[in-house]
């Protein structure tokens, strides 16, 4: 790959073989070896604890070199454009960057620019406004895999901010790629006619003693342009995970949510380490899923001698 930017384009082949590498990372299987340095930079205009440090981790665990890079203390502050930044950063000798912007879709001009311009660089999205969030969805499939060895007719629950939601978006595509039935539940003016194509919208009381994963999404707040109507508890008691809801899942089902979660809202907080939970582990694998994304385009670019 020159860039991994969207799950869209993904072939179920492809999907699978980075979740078998991602494993292979996560067994102690050795990293590559890179004959010339590989130079990558983190660059997050919105805000993210798991993602960053998950990708920063990837690429110690990989042996790249880390430059940083402050979007609050940067020249973008001055006006530069996302391409000049990338131009500048790449004529220092910048390989790859990943990263996290609020516009949906950052990543489409600068990768037309890259193949008319100077610039050599490979973009590496770690999310973009409600677009995608290939990393997050790629480590979503390597934990389903780990518990369940399959994907083909498995039950997925997605269920809350959907319209908000990155996670969403590129997890309703791999499913759908990859064989289960992914279905959409929580407020219903969230769910719109892009859904429709992906799965069927069901009331949260209809999934949960069917499905066999029940993945809960953030209310982002923060992109949510009225919230005086919003009531916490009142949004857990139509749509969260309770635990009474909990009680009612199949005895292998399992819960996950992409993070930071909103305790008392999404799920009852007393279930966030419960024994479904995946939570934690999904944060693991997001290191070894990222090892093996990042490693994928230095591949595709035949950066480091590989
Ligand atoms: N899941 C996720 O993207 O979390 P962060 O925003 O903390 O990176």
Avoid at 94 to 120: C, F, G, P, S, V
Avoid at 153 to 180: E, F, H, T, Y
């Amino acid at each position: 790959l020159q860039h991994f930017v969207t799950v869209k384009d993904l072939h179920d082949d492809q999907v699978m073989a980075l979740i078998e590498r991602a494993i292979y990372f996560k067994n102690g299987g050795s990293v590559p070896q890179f004959e010339r340095p590989v130079y990558a930079v983190n660059m997050f205009f919105e805000n993210s604890t798991r993602t960053h440090c998950s990708f920063e981790m990837a690429e110690r665990k990989l042996g790249l070199q880390t430059i940083p890079f402050d979007p609050a203390a940067s020249s973008v502050r001055k006006g530069e454009t996302l391409y000049d930044t990338l131009l500048s950063l790449n004529a220092i000798g910048i390989n790859l960057a990943i990263m996290r912007h609020q516009e949906n879709e950052y990543y489409k001009e600068l990768i037309e620019l890259e193949t008319t311009q100077k610039l050599d660089i490979g973009v590496v999205n770690a999310g973009d406004g409600s677009g995608q969030h290939p990393s997050q969805s790629l480590l979503d499939m390597m934990t389903i895999y780990e518990q369940f060895g399959k994907f083909k007719n498995l039950k997925v629950a997605i269920i809350g901010d959907l319209s908000n939601s990155r996670v969403a978006r590129s997890n309703m595509q791999l499913l759908n790629k990859l064989g289960a039935t992914v279905f959409f539940a929580g407020p219903s003016y969230w769910y719109s006619k892009e859904f429709e194509e992906y799965g069927e919208y069901l009331e949260i009381d209809e999934l949960v003693s069917q499905v066999d994963v029940v993945m809960l999404l953030r209310v982002q707040h923060e992109r949510h342009a009225d919230e005086s109507g919003f009531s916490a508890e009142r949004y857990h008691r139509q749509y969260g995970l309770t635990v009474e809801r909990y009680k009612q899942l199949k005895k292998n089902t399992i819960i996950m949510h992409p993070g930071p979660i909103n305790r008392g809202v999404e799920i009852d907080s007393e279930l966030v380490e419960a024994p479904k939970s995946r939570f934690v582990k999904q944060m693991q694998n997001g290191v070894y899923m990222r090892m093996a994304m990042l490693e994928a385009v230095i591949a595709g670019r035949h950066l480091g001698g590989l």
